[in-house]
T-cell receptor
Framework: AQKITQTQPGMFVQEKEAVTLDCTYDTSDPSYGLFWYKQPSSGEMIFLIYQGSYDQQNATEGRYSLNFQKARKSANLVISASQLGDSAMYFCAMREGRGSARQLTFGSGTQLTVLP | GAVVSQHPSRVICKSGTSVKIECRSLDFQATTMFWYRQFPKQSLMLMATSNEGSKATYEQGVEKDKFLINHASLTLSTLTVTSAHPEDSSFYIC????????????FGPGTRLTVL
């Protein structure tokens, strides 16, 4: 079974609008972390936001927020006020267990295009 | 955030030759580094986990004799693609975990390998 599922291969959004990128996950470990990364065409992976499984509140970082619904096992990324520079590939990832030395498992990604 | 560098950024080589890719954590010590491979339009697939001073842990299906990993110090891990073939052409990305707020992985800029 897929551990991380991103069902939207591609998304379009109008500049200045908000957009939600979907991510669902599957784990039996009670301790896990969820990450979102942005990968522009240059290939670098840029960390955006993190949500821990025990965090009570949804994570926010500037224009990025994570809609964490634990019972549904979903961790959707919301980008508010989209900018042209937001056009990129977005990956959801999960780390199971505690400790930074544990591996990340990535979803298949969503290609976001922001339209002027 | 923490900085991870990779060298070279691009390499083109002939089939049958070996290529070494370096991954360095510039401003922090990383006991664990990760090596990923990414084919065009696809997600990152973990190849191996590199531990300083010990043997790397390879993912299922990754040939350890073909992809040699050495983690000689807390700031340097190397991936050597031995006897490269055209099917090894890919984007190789390393990452390192820091002791940051979220224990997130910081990624290098990637190395694009083309085997002729």
């Amino acid at each position: 079974a897929q551990k991380i599922t991103q069902t939207q291969p591609g998304m379009f959004v109008q500049e200045k609008e908000a957009v939600t990128l979907d991510c669902t996950y599957d784990t039996s470990d009670p301790s896990y972390g969820l990450f979102w990364y942005k990968q522009p065409s240059s290939g670098e992976m840029i960390f955006l936001i993190y949500q821990g499984s025990y965090d009570q509140q949804n994570a926010t970082e500037g224009r990025y927020s994570l809609n964490f619904q634990k019972a549904r096992k979903s961790a959707n990324l919301v980008i508010s006020a989209s900018q042209l520079g937001d056009s990129a590939m977005y990956f959801c990832a999960m780390r199971e267990g505690r400790g930074s030395a544990r591996q990340l498992t990535f979803g298949s990604g969503t290609q976001l295009t922001v339209l002027p | 955030g923490a900085v991870v560098s990779q060298h070279p950024s691009r390499v083109i080589c002939k089939s049958g030759t070996s290529v070494k890719i370096e991954c360095r954590s510039l401003d922090f010590q990383a006991t664990t580094m990760f090596w990923y491979r990414q084919f065009p339009k696809q997600s990152l697939m973990l190849m191996a986990t590199s531990n300083e001073g010990s043997k790397a842990t390879y993912e299922q299906g990754v040939e350890k004799d073909k992809f040699l990993i050495n983690h000689a110090s807390l700031t340097l891990s190397t991936l050597t693609v031995t006897s490269a073939h055209p099917e090894d052409s890919s984007f190789y990305i390393c990452s390192a975990s820091s002791s940051g707020a979220y224990n997130e992985q910081f990624f290098g800029p990637g190395t694009r390998l083309t085997v002729l």
